[in-house]
């Protein structure tokens, strides 16, 4: 009977201490999270923050859980343990690695500068707006907001209109009425693309000097007729 008492009571101390333990791990957690989320207040959200977080979380299962519950064993299966880790470490984040390498690439050749208007094979087109080490924010037409991963826009084909700076032709329609005069209406929009400070000439003409394209007749629509 004394000894089935004593084990009892050393079974209680046992399950005591590691609820105590446990509740000391998890209180260490809590606090971990609670000392990022001020420094995310304070910094905003980074890439960098979130790493660091994972890092010591990990670090607090392995000192607290890992190390105590392998005793011995642990010195002589460091290096599998080491392995093994690297290998659930690199599987859980090969998107986040993906998408740093990439932003570190498109940083190094820069197919695209904050400012630049760009635009996806999808046909997705706007502003870009910030990178991070984890996406390119891009603001379209429409003022929205898009994130997209950096490795996928770095695998993707880019149209860069803003790419150098370099001048673009670019075609506008001008619908007038049908009895409108023509060679006015020819003049009118040639005057007004000359003297926009949006446009300067881009053809030469047969002295070598640069001028202004004509405006020619396109078709007949509807209603109007399109130059």
């Given at each position: 009977?004394?000894?089935?008492?004593?084990?009892?009571?050393?079974?209680?101390i046992v399950i005591l201490l590691l609820v105590?333990?446990?509740?000391?791990?998890?209180?260490?957690?809590?606090?971990?999270?609670?000392?990022?989320?001020?420094i995310e207040r304070w910094k905003g959200k980074k890439i960098y923050i979130q790493l660091a977080e994972s890092l010591v979380k990990l670090v607090i299962i392995i000192v607290f859980l890992v190390i105590p519950l392998g005793g011995d064993k642990i010195?002589?299966?460091?290096?599998?343990?080491a392995a093994v880790l690297a290998a659930v470490v690199g599987f859980a984040a090969q998107?986040?690695?993906?998408?740093?390498?990439?932003?570190?690439?498109?940083?190094?050749?820069?197919?695209?500068d904050l400012g630049s208007r760009i635009e996806?094979?999808?046909?997705?087109?706007?502003?870009?707006?910030?990178?991070t080490m984890r996406h390119v924010v891009l603001t379209l037409m429409d003022t929205v907001t898009l994130e997209i991963p950096n490795s996928t826009i770095y695998t993707q084909s880019i149209k860069n209109y803003s790419y150098g700076n370099v001048p673009r032709s670019v075609q506008f329609s001008f619908p007038v009425g049908?009895?409108?005069d023509i060679k006015k209406a020819m003049q009118v929009i040639f005057d007004a693309i000359e003297e926009s400070q949006y446009s300067f000439p881009g053809k030469k003409n047969?002295?070598?000097?640069?001028?202004?394209?004509?405006?020619?007749?396109?078709d007949i629509g509807d209603s109007s007729i399109n130059m």
């Open positions: 009977g004394m000894f089935f008492l004593t084990l009892i009571a050393v079974c209680l105590v333990y446990f509740f000391f791990v998890w209180l260490c957690l809590k606090l971990s999270r609670k000392i990022f989320s001020s010195g002589h299966s460091l290096l599998g343990s998107d986040v690695i993906k998408n740093i390498l990439a932003g570190i690439q498109i940083s190094i050749y820069k197919p695209f996806l094979e999808d046909g997705t087109a706007g502003i870009v707006e910030a990178m049908y009895k409108t047969k002295q070598g000097e640069l001028v202004y394209g004509p405006v020619y007749f396109i």
